[in-house]
């Protein structure tokens, strides 16, 4: 593959400056307070001549330097490791989902792609094309084929728009540069914090390139500092840190691009001081590294090197920890295996040590084996590579299909046992296995199979050997026979038989007509089947309906094949000589039921002409006999539709509704009633008064006669009523008006809506019911009209007496004496007045009786029946009042009522009396006395459960007593019926335990609490230090984890509160053996955790957003001399310092335009621009 040139961002400021790393380093003045002219610091343009023109000047600075661009094509390589892949399905690698979204990928950017699978499974991507096209293609292929990330970056919100740029170009340069999406929130969003979605190694880069833009943005001093890249692990330490005790000790925030970054440019922002030092630290840290260390070159298989990479780097970073020495791995994507290691030359041999001790950790073996074995070294569903997998979890076993050798690896013990495993099962098959391969014609291989595959699996299970029969697609004709060498022998020899058997078939085809296929198949094949069954050697295929075909062609040895002919030929003639017609009129035809009532009984198919055809022939097909039976049934339905008789009967269309009834109720009695008649009203609306009659002749005019006659019984009258009594009809939901209906035949009123002026009532029914209920009407409210009001002063206290339970006794004389009676509304406070303050039964017969308002109740309706309701009322207000006692409970018997007065508790009396007739009082007496026995008896149990003890325990231990939510003691409760009290916080005894109830109960309760608090007795704390860091993770989510390890190791553990002064410090409660187990587990669970959280903190040390104090920027950040403000840039004789000329304005927008930005020409003056 040819090099190219890429023109990245940071080679185009090379280009610019004109200058490289070592002649910047090499220029600058040894006396640090040099100040450059402004020639030096800004060299002029280099001046175009004319077309042609040659000048003998030397090249001005600025073209000097610049590189041509040698192509547009660039080609970019990449790995995605296997845990990151997001289709990790390697069976159809080239097929799957990760080459279709490739190929559109290809479609849509215009990229060449190209995948390759590692031995390790990852995935390598090689994209070619123009620049534009590969960071395109690169960005959507690591979106979708590599799992994604995310995480948050938090910048000042007025750094967004330097990171979006104009119209979202540098936004996008971005995104394409590190291949990620980022998220940057709306101007009205309040949050500062900018999401970026991509891999790992993308997050990374894009974190960093927003904190150094936002770093550039702020008011604070930034140094950047060009060192090689090569000593930058020394500058950062073992696992970062080195790098996060400079930035502590400094204040200083120390940014050090990530190894996967192609930059050298470290970046130091904070304040002036802090920067200062901690440049000063990094200068000398690398001054000291360049002068003492050296290296070595060692070659090392490429295979070998994630090995000594380590897990997310982890291995290099153990090495430099404890040797000192830097280890450059080159890239994955490099065929190169040469591995640097930099470092003090007395440390570079225990480092190589290492390094190869880390290589050779993981070998990888190749055995040899045929390709036909590794399907049975494998085993049914993988059993036996199973076993040795589970033996030896490290080992990676990978089978390559159409290659004779399986590669192991993994350490180099378990890789040699796995090895010699799979030598022993393969010398075991090559013993007892064989294959041979037998040449087929491939039209012969669907019948080698069989229907469902029935004669293969017979071969199959007969002689216990696996046979592979090509796919059609492959064209091939070689068939595969694996198994036992006896079986594979046997089952060749019957293969070369069924072949020389077809060899030998014949096929025949013979002429059916088509519209006779269906009934020789039958349904659902039964008949065909039976006739397969016969001769089961013959194939018969049958032509598909959509052909219109009438070849059915047979198949298999020749005399089989002739019989099984002349069967089917039988069969045909009998079906030709049974096809019946018969000729009706169209208009007879019925093709419902009965039809099919009719081939179902005579085993025949009527097929019976379409609506829109002309034909009137009605097709019978079937034996003879069954035809002509089924044709003198078909003749005696055509004669009973010749009885049917139809005829129209006009009836206003206004009364169609009232004869067709609720829901039809009206006409389907006729119907019902006339059998076999169908009575059609014309559809509401059409205006048509024809009513429609069909059926037998006889029965349509009954049911015509009854019709008319329903005609005569709908006879509609009206009257007038004041509106005044339209309530009495309509109130209680139309009582009145549902009595009138079924005392008078059904009749309908309709009285006008409510709120109408209008007096019309209408009735509809018989004319005779319409006058009866006309008069009844009238009566009502003749009745109505000669009511009159009677009022009656009864004490309201005595209301409810009269009502009586539920209204019963008021409805009862509103029933019997048909009048109308209203109680008054409750005066409350009149009650209050009323009340005398009278002793319980005490009763003042001087008292008169003054009636108020709230005692009055109206009586309704004629006059004397209004007399005999009163009456009624004061003998029912007379017997409230012969017991003035109060009553405070109430008791039914039979249907009667006692009054029972109660002594208020003050006058500790011990009678109570019950009023009221003889047997009620009685039956009364007995029930207060069985009550009264039962409230004893309650008694003497509460005082039962009233036996208390006291436990004493030591309070550490209640919580363990009381259990998570209550769970404990809740048991112990329900277990034995106890009431259980502890004591609160605020008492003086804290060690005592209340337990109430009965004595046994309270007892075994006691014993079991004194159980339970001996086992917490033997138990043990113990307190173990883990990182705080690592603490959530073992907790979990919502305290899952932590819930699980203490239910596995049946111990309790406590987690240091928020602001503890020992924050490390986790305590262990539980047996001695589960206590020492719980905690060896959390140690490890610590161990793992800690790799993760450091990785985490080393990426996050330099990309830490930027300290808000203090701090200008520019390169005079690093003078200290002054507690005054920095100088900034200065250069000597510049053009502004010549007499009557100023310095220009550094945030002028016009004088230091942004790149691509118009910006307004100033309006100059009438004599031109200034001249410097």
């Keep these: 593959m040819s090099s190219v040139a890429v023109l990245t961002p940071e080679s185009f400021a090379e280009h610019r400056s004109g200058l490289k790393d070592q002649e910047i380093t090499g220029c600058v003045p040894e006396d640090e307070a040099y100040i450059p002219t402004y020639l030096e610091a800004f060299p002029p343009l280099p001046e175009k001549g004319a077309p042609g023109e040659k000048t003998g000047e030397p090249p001005l600075p600025w073209g000097s330097k610049i590189r041509p661009i040698k192509a547009s094509v660039i080609t970019q390589v990449f790995h995605v490791p296997l845990e990151e892949r997001r289709y990790k399905d390697n069976s159809q690698f080239g097929e799957g989902e990760e080459a279709k979204v490739c190929l559109d990928i290809m479609q849509r950017t215009g990229a060449h792609i190209e995948l390759s699978l590692a031995k390790d499974q990852g995935l390598s991507i090689m994209v070619t094309g123009k620049l534009d096209s590969v960071m395109k293609a690169r960005k959507e292929i690591v979106a979708r084929l590599q799992t994604q990330a995310s995480a948050t970056v938090a910048i000042p919100k007025e750094h967004h728009r330097f990171v979006i740029g104009k119209n979202g170009e540098k936004l996008q340069e971005l995104e394409l540069k590190t291949a990620t999406k980022i998220a940057i929130p709306r101007p009205d969003d309040p949050s500062a914090n900018i999401r970026i979605t991509g891999t790992k190694e993308g997050i990374e880069k894009a974190r960093h390139e927003i904190l150094l833009i936002s770093a550039e943005q702020d008011k604070r001093a930034v140094e950047r500092l060009s060192l090689e890249k090569a000593f930058h692990p020394f500058i950062a330490g073992a696992h970062n840190r080195l790098v996060q005790e400079l930035s502590q000790e400094t204040g200083a925030r120390i940014s050090i691009p990530p190894p996967s970054l192609p930059k050298d440019e470290i970046v130091i922002t904070g304040e002036k001081e802090a920067v200062a030092l901690a440049v000063n630290r990094i200068r000398a840290i690398y001054e000291d590294k360049k002068r003492k260390t050296t290296t070595i070159s060692v070659e090392v298989k490429k295979s070998q090197h994630k090995y000594i990479i380590g897990p997310k780097g982890n291995t290099l970073q153990e090495i430099l920890e404890a040797t000192g020495v830097s280890v450059e791995m080159p890239p994955l994507d490099s065929a190169s295996e040469t591995i640097i290691l930099r470092g003090e030359p007395d440390k570079l041999g225990p480092a190589l040590t290492q390094v190869y001790a880390k290589a050779k950790s993981v070998m990888v073996v190749e055995v040899s084996a045929p390709a036909w074995l590794h399907r049975f070294i494998i085993g049914k569903k993988g059993q036996n590579i199973g076993r040795i997998t589970q033996q030896l979890p490290r080992v990676h076993i990978e089978f390559t299909d159409g290659e004779e050798r399986i590669s192991l690896e993994g350490p180099t013990e378990e890789v040699e046992l796995a090895q010699t495993q799979i030598q022993e099962i393969i010398k075991d098959l090559l013993v007892r296995m064989d294959y041979t391969e037998v040449n087929i014609d491939q039209r012969f291989h669907r019948h080698l199979i069989g229907k469902n595959g029935a004669n293969i699996n017979r071969i199959k299970e007969q002689y216990k050997v696996s046979v592979r029969i090509p796919q059609d697609s492959e064209r091939s004709n070689l068939v595969r026979i694996e198994g036992d060498p006896k079986g594979v022998q046997m089952a060749r020899r019957e293969l070369i038989e069924m072949v020389q058997r077809m060899e030998n078939e014949r096929t025949k085809d013979l002429i059916v007509e088509q519209k006779f296929h269906r009934t020789i198949i039958g349904q659902k094949g039964e008949k065909i089947k039976e006739v397969r069954d016969k001769f089961p050697e013959v194939i018969i295929t049958f032509p ?487 603490h959530a993770r073992i907790i979990g989510a919502r305290g899952k984890a932590i819930r699980k390890l203490m239910e596995e190791f049946k111990v309790d553990i406590r987690f240091p509160q928020p602001g503890s002064d020992e924050p490390d410090k986790v305590t262990v409660t539980g047996l001695p053996d589960t206590v020492d187990a719980a905690i060896d587990h959390l140690l490890n669970l610590e161990e793992d955790y800690l790799l993760s959280v450091t990785e985490t903190e080393t990426l996050a040390a330099y990309m830490k957003p930027p300290s808000r104090h203090g701090g200008g920027g520019g390169a005079g950040g690093l003078d200290d001399s002054s507690g005054g403000p920095a100088k900034g840039f200065v250069v000597r004789d510049a053009p502004w310092n010549a007499a009557g000329n100023k310095a220009p304005d550094m945030s002028s927008a016009e004088d230091f335009p942004t790149f691509g930005t118009g910006v307004a020409p100033k309006q100059t003056s009438a004599w031109g621009p200034k001249k410097f």
Excluded at 956 to 985: L, Y
Excluded at 1002 to 1018: D, F, K, N, P, T
Aim: with cysteine; hydrophobic share 35%; net charge neutral.
């Design 544 to 1030: 598909d309906p959509s052909q219109k075909s009438d070849i059915v062609q047979l198949r298999g040895p020749k005399n089989e094949v002739e019989k099984c002919a002349k069967f089917l030929q039988k069969i045909i003639a009998d079906l030709v000589g049974a096809t019946f017609c018969l000729l009706l009129p169209d208009r007879e035809h019925d093709g419902g039921c009965s039809c099919l009532q009719i081939r179902e009984e005579t085993n025949t198919k009527i097929d019976l002409p379409t609506e829109n055809s002309n034909s009137e022939t009605i097709v019978i097909t079937g034996k003879k006999n069954n035809c002509e039976a089924a044709r003198d049934r078909i003749l005696a339905i055509q004669r009973d539709l010749a009885n049917i008789k139809e005829t129209e009967v006009a009836i206003p269309a206004k009364l169609h509704n009232s004869l067709i009834g609720s829901k039809g109720c009206l006409v389907r009695s006729i119907m019902e009633d006339c059998g076999g008649v169908h009575i059609h009203f014309p559809s509401e609306g059409s205006g048509s008064d024809k009513v429609t009659i069909r059926g037998p002749a006889g029965e349509v005019e009954k049911a015509k006669k009854q019709l008319l006659q329903l005609q005569v019984n709908n006879f509609t009258d009206s009257m007038e009523v004041d509106v005044r009594h339209h309530r009495h009809f309509v109130c209680r939901r139309g009582q009145v008006l549902r009595e009138l209906a079924e005392e008078y035949g059904g009749v309908a009123v309709s009285f006008p809506r409510t709120g109408s002026s209008s007096q019309k009532v209408t009735l509809k029914g018989a004319k005779d019911c319409v006058e009866a209920a006309k008069k009844r009407i009238q009566e009502i409210i003749e009745d109505l009209e000669s009511q009159v009001n009677v009022e009656v002063a009864v004490s309201q206290r005595h209301h409810r007496a009269i009502m009586g339970p539920k209204g019963s006794r008021i409805q009862n004389i509103t029933r019997e004496h048909e009048v109308q009676i209203k109680f008054p509304e409750r005066d409350d406070s009149a009650a209050g007045q009323d009340a005398s303050p009278q002793e319980n039964g005490d009763v003042s017969p001087e008292a008169e009786f003054v009636p108020r308002k709230c005692d009055i109740i109206t009586i309704s309706g004629r006059v004397e029946k209004c007399e005999l309701a009163r009456a009624a009322l004061l003998v029912s207000t007379t017997s409230a009042q012969t017991s003035k006692c109060l009553t405070i409970c109430t008791a039914t018997s039979s249907g009667r009522r006692v009054n029972i007065w109660v002594p208020q508790p003050e006058r500790q009396l011990d009678v109570i009396k019950v009023t009221g007739l003889a047997a009620n009082v009685e039956r009364a007496k007995l029930g207060l006395l069985e009550r009264v026995k039962e409230l004893q008896a309650e008694q003497e149990d509460r005082a039962l459960r009233s036996f208390k003890v006291t436990v004493s325990v030591d309070p550490k231990f209640h919580p363990k007593i009381i259990g998570r939510k209550g769970a404990v003691i809740s048991q112990i409760r329900k277990d034995h019926d106890v009431s259980i009290q502890f004591p609160d916080k605020g008492d003086d005894q804290q060690d005592l335990i209340v337990i109430c109830g009965y004595e046994r109960n309270v007892e075994e309760a006691r014993q079991a609490i004194q159980q339970l608090v001996s086992e917490l007795q033997e138990m043990v704390s113990q307190d173990v230090h883990l990182d705080p860091r690592t």
